[in-house]
């Protein structure tokens, strides 16, 4: 599990990456567009492709912490080793939605790469963005597949300095 948690906060890093290099194109662009009238051609799609490919990163390192959604109102006086089993399941079941998508995004990426797909104001490949999102899904896929497998590691106390 090391691997892949060294690999998840590698997707989550690039992830934070995009979003801070879109975040100071989006201000440039609004601080250019009123102040002297310069604006950056297609910032919106750039913003558009570059948030959905973070998303996308982010979502191995969510799995890894376990930062999605529990609803535990109807296991909360379940024993540990039923909300255990239960989380596995829920693990395989992300595992395989997520295979899912990785299939699909690879199809609809296939797809771009045939047909030259291309942004409307930029000409940027659509492909590329496919790209970026199969091999986070496929991460997610594999961390989810070995939780269900192994479970999850006990949780370790935060250190406060």
Same mark, same amino acid.
């Given at each position: 599990?090391?691997?892949?948690?060294?690999?998840?906060?590698?997707?989550?890093?690039?992830?934070?990456?995009?979003?801070?290099?879109?975040?100071?194109?989006?201000?440039?662009?609004?601080?250019?567009?009123?102040?002297?009238?310069?604006?950056?051609?297609? %910032?919106?799609?750039?913003?558009?492709?570059?948030?959905?490919?973070?998303?996308?990163?982010?979502?191995?390192?969510?799995?890894?912490?376990?930062?999605?959604?529990?609803?535990?109102?109807?296991?909360?006086?379940?024993?540990?080793?039923?909300? %255990?089993?239960? %989380?596995?399941?829920?693990?395989?079941?992300?595992?395989?939605?997520?295979?899912?998508?990785?299939?699909?995004?690879?199809?609809?990426?296939?797809?771009?790469?045939?047909?030259?797909?291309?942004?409307?104001?930029?000409?940027?490949?659509?492909?590329?963005?496919?790209?970026?999102?199969?091999?986070?899904?496929?991460?997610?896929?594999?961390?989810?597949?070995?939780?269900?497998?192994?479970?999850?590691?006990?949780?370790?106390?935060?250190?406060?300095?």
């Amino acid at each position: 599990m090391r691997v892949l948690e060294i690999l998840a906060k590698a997707c989550a890093v690039l992830a934070g990456v995009l979003l801070t290099g879109i975040t100071l194109m989006t201000c440039a662009s609004l601080i250019g567009r009123n102040t002297t009238g310069w604006t950056l051609v297609g %910032d919106f799609e750039l913003t558009g492709v570059a948030t959905g490919a973070a998303i996308a990163l982010f979502m191995p390192w969510c799995q890894v912490r376990r930062g999605n959604i529990i609803v535990d109102f109807f296991t909360a006086k379940a024993s540990q080793r039923t909300n %255990d089993a239960l %989380d596995r399941f829920g693990a395989l079941m992300l595992a395989i939605c997520f295979a899912a998508l990785a299939w699909r995004t690879s199809l609809g990426g296939w797809n771009a790469w045939t047909t030259h797909s291309e942004s409307q104001m930029l000409g940027v490949p659509q492909w590329i963005v496919y790209a970026a999102m199969v091999p986070a899904f496929v991460l997610t896929t594999v961390i989810g597949l070995w939780q269900a497998a192994f479970g999850f590691p006990a949780e370790e106390p935060e250190a406060h300095a």
